[in-house]
Antibody, heavy 119, light 112 residues
Framework: EVQLLESGGGWVQPGGSLRLSCAVS????????MSWVRQAPGKGLEWVSA????????YYTDSVKGRFTISRDNSKNTLYLQMNSLRAEDTAVYYC????????????WGQGTTVTVSS | DIVMTQSPLSLPVTPGEPASISCRSS???????????LNWFLQKPGQSPQLLIY???NRASGVPERFSGSGSGTDFTLKISRVEAEDVGVYYC?????????FGPGTKVDFK
């Protein structure tokens, strides 16, 4: 069974850091690009970042460029999102998903992990 | 950035009746390979989003046939032939032609 399991969320003060993880199973991790999408409380979905299967290509939405870093360890079947200089507006549920670049589909999603940035 | 809009933002439906949601993009989503890089997702209450349609008109694995996607370029439509109870939630379109990928604001579907 294909599964994505996020972890690492929590409460952090503005300016702080968190690292999210997404552990995957049930498919060949290195064959797929991966993506992070977030959802602020009561709001819609916002794409955050994506990374190619080999880890060499990374992409970010403008609001997180220079603060967030996406990475992956294909030997551990794990996707990461390092979040630095966190702001109140980064408060959200963060979802990882499997992304097929050729077809553009994000067909498998994790259950999400909650990040709260507040003083 | 490509801006996505949806209409309506709220859609009261009657079980067994059809429903339709429109999605428009500020730029064409038609790639040179002939595919439209437009996805549709449903987020049921308290759940993660689930993929319904990819490349504008392809149903994802396990998605019931009552869901269909159509359109090309900048105008797209998601249709539900007969709404069922399990279809309530928020529907999002999303362009994946170019980064930053962008979602529409969502259409909330619930029963009248």
């Amino acid at each position: 069974e294909v599964q994505l399991l996020e972890s690492g969320g929590g409460w952090v003060q503005p300016g702080g850091s968190l690292r999210l993880s997404c552990a995957v199973s049930g498919f060949t991790f290195s064959s797929y690009a991966m993506s992070w999408v977030r959802q602020a409380p009561g709001k819609g979905l916002e794409w955050v970042s994506a990374i190619g299967g080999g880890g060499g290509n990374t992409y970010y939405t403008d609001s997180v460029k220079g603060r967030f870093t996406i990475s992956r360890d294909n030997s551990k079947n794990t996707l990461y999102l390092q979040m630095n200089s966190l702001r109140a507006e980064d408060t959200a549920v963060y979802y990882c998903n499997r992304y097929s670049g050729g077809y553009g589909d994000m067909d498998v999603w994790g259950q999400g992990t909650t990040v709260t940035v507040s003083s | 950035d490509i801006v996505m809009t949806q209409s309506p933002l709220s859609l009261p439906v009657t079980p067994g009746e059809p429903a339709s949601i429109s999605c428009r993009s500020s730029q064409s989503l038609l790639h040179s390979n002939g595919y439209n890089y437009l996805n549709w997702f449903l987020q049921k209450p308290g759940q993660s989003p689930q993929l319904l349609i990819y490349l504008g008109s392809n149903r994802a694995s396990g998605v019931p046939e009552r869901f269909s996607g159509s359109g090309s370029g900048t105008d797209f439509t998601l249709k539900i032939s007969r709404v069922e109870a399990e279809d309530v939630g928020v529907y999002y379109c999303m362009q994946v032609l170019q980064t930053p990928f962008t979602f529409g604001p969502g259409t909330k579907v619930d029963f009248k």
